[in-house]
């Protein structure tokens, strides 16, 4: 069974551009989240989907975010326009239903560089 | 407020070496859920262990070994005999309220050198 795959591997833009990052979750999976680790700090939630819906947004940083889940499947996240302090490892997970305390299946991020 | 604090930034030893990884956390939930997980330098986050806050049993999977103590809020991680393959960074989490996120620590750079 294949495992969480996020497109691209690596991003570098430049300040201002908008750059797509893509995750595909296990499949079954209705949970995915989206994490992201700055700078060598810790790992920080950025929202959860449900299939399409929205969960829980309350840790991405401001409206230059913007993260979909059309029909359930695949999420993207988009910046828009990227700032430096966007720069960090985005990671994706999925979890099987219910939505619980078990263990969340991540990716291998995508680490995204802004110049 | 949830929160986990892994302070050892970065560690290196020898092959053989024992190593524990500390993590401490604070959360004002009765019920918790503690992990943790091992990232190599192909980039994923691999799952080690999962314990709820109610059980407080030190559990042992070859030469990993955890011990959670709930009366000092801490979840250490411990390598017995450590490889080069043990390598990573160790990230510990803990996973409360509404159990819908995870929230993480700084991660622990283990080195382990032949």
């Known amino acids: 069974e294949a495992g969480v795959t996020q497109f691209p591997s690596h991003s570098v833009i430049e300040k201002g551009q908008t750059v797509t990052l893509r995750c595909d979750p296990i499949?079954?999976?209705?949970?995915l989240y989206w994490y992201r680790r700055v700078m060598g700090k810790e790992i920080k939630f950025l929202l959860h989907f449900v299939k399409e819906s929205k969960q829980d947004e309350s840790g991405m940083p401001n409206n230059r975010f913007l993260a979909e889940r059309t029909g359930g499947t695949y999420s993207t996240l988009k910046v828009q326009p990227a700032e430096l302090e966007d720069s960090g490892v985005y990671f994706c997970?999925?979890?099987?239903?219910?939505?619980?305390?078990?263990?969340?299946?991540f990716g291998p991020g995508t680490r995204l560089t802004v110049l | 407020a949830q929160k986990v604090t892994q302070a050892q930034t970065e560690i290196s030893v020898v092959e053989k070496e024992d190593v524990t990884l500390d993590c401490v956390y604070e959360?004002?939930?009765?019920?918790?859920?503690l992990f943790w997980y091992k990232q190599p330098p192909s980039g994923e986050l691999v799952f080690l262990i999962r314990r709820n806050s109610f059980d407080e049993q030190n559990e042992i999977s070859g030469r990993y070994s955890w011990n959670f103590q709930k009366s000092t809020s801490s979840f250490n991680f411990t390598i017995t005999a450590s490889q080069v393959v043990d390598s990573a960074v160790y990230f510990c989490?803990?996973?409360?309220?509404?159990?819908?996120?995870?929230?993480f620590g700084s991660g622990t750079k283990l080195n382990v050198k032949p």
């Open positions: 989490a803990l996973s409360g309220d509404n159990f819908n996120k995870f929230y």
């Open positions: 499949s079954g999976h209705d949970n």
């Open positions: 959360t004002r939930d009765t019920t918790y859920y």
């Open positions: 997970a999925s979890s099987q239903k219910p939505i619980s305390y078990n263990e969340q299946f």
